[in-house]
């Protein structure tokens, strides 16, 4: 399952980069929950051509992001925010209250929804 929500996400991050093939088959496979059998019947090809097709688009994922880093730096990001906001909690628990630590606050679930 870790395995799928990884590839998930490199998808999210890499996946216009793919061929249109690619990106059907592998959408098919893991966003419509389609076998390989139903996949290639679809695809008017075999299983094994798309078992091929998603073991080379997971290592082609894969090498993106061994280059780009993309998805490493969005999973920091949001660790980063999340323990800005745990701090800006504290904050608040400690009768600290500002304008300024609003903005921040609102500022930091912004940046967090739209990364």
């Known amino acids: ?4 929500l990884r590839m998930a996400l490199l998808f999210d ?3 216009p980069l793919l061929t249109d093939r690619q990106q ?3 959408q098919m496979y893991f966003h419509e929950d389609l076998s390989l059998g139903e996949i290639g019947e679809e ?3 075999s299983r094994q051509a798309i078992y091929d097709i998603l073991k080379r688009t997971g290592s082609i994922l894969e090498e993106f992001e ?3 880093g993309l998805v490493q730096r969005h999973q920091e990001r949001q660790q980063l925010y999340g323990d800005l906001l745990a701090l800006i909690e504290l904050c608040y628990q400690d009768g600290e209250s500002s304008p300024h630590l609003t903005a921040m606050e609102e500022k930091i679930l912004k940046a967090r929804q739209t990364s």
Do not use: P, R
């Not at 399952?1 to 799928?4: C, G, K, L, Q, S």
């Open 1 to 4: 399952m870790e395995n799928a």
């Open 13 to 15: 991050f890499y996946g």
């Open 24 to 26: 059907d088959v592998f």
């Open 43 to 45: 695809q008017g090809v």
């Open 66 to 68: 061994n280059k780009l």
